[in-house]
């Protein structure tokens, strides 16, 4: 099992950037992806961005080129940096896991709030 926690968010005004970290512990060794996801009030989850353990990175279109997502294997952190912030990305962020050898995102973060005002 992995246990996630997510930090970093916060308030920010449109335009600007906010970090946001993953922190991983437990069978880590078993993961071979991790992922961004947020979800908005009122709306379906989104899958943001997606890191395999050999570095190959995804975006949405809606964020592409404003964000971008990293690893750091000895600190077991993944990031999401998100620049030129927009009130439409104000949305609960959560950090989620691909087990290897599985095809879903199955363990999960409490989530961390972002907030974009204009």
């Known amino acids: 099992q992995v246990q996630l926690v997510e930090s970093g968010g916060g308030s920010v005004q449109a335009g600007g950037s906010l970090k946001l970290s993953c922190a991983a512990s437990g069978s880590i060794l078993g993961t071979c992806a991790m992922g961004w996801y947020r979800q908005a009030p009122g709306k379906e989850r989104e899958l943001v961005s997606t890191?395999?353990?050999?570095?190959?990175?995804t975006y949405a279109d809606s964020v592409k080129g404003r964000f971008t997502i990293s690893q750091d294997n000895v600190k077991r952190t993944r990031y999401l940096q998100m620049n030129s912030l927009k009130t439409d990305d104000t949305a609960v962020y959560y950090c989620a896991a691909r087990l290897c050898g599985t095809q879903e995102f199955s363990e999960w973060g409490q989530g961390t709030q972002v907030t974009v005002s204009s």
């Open positions: 890191i395999t353990a050999d570095g190959s990175t």
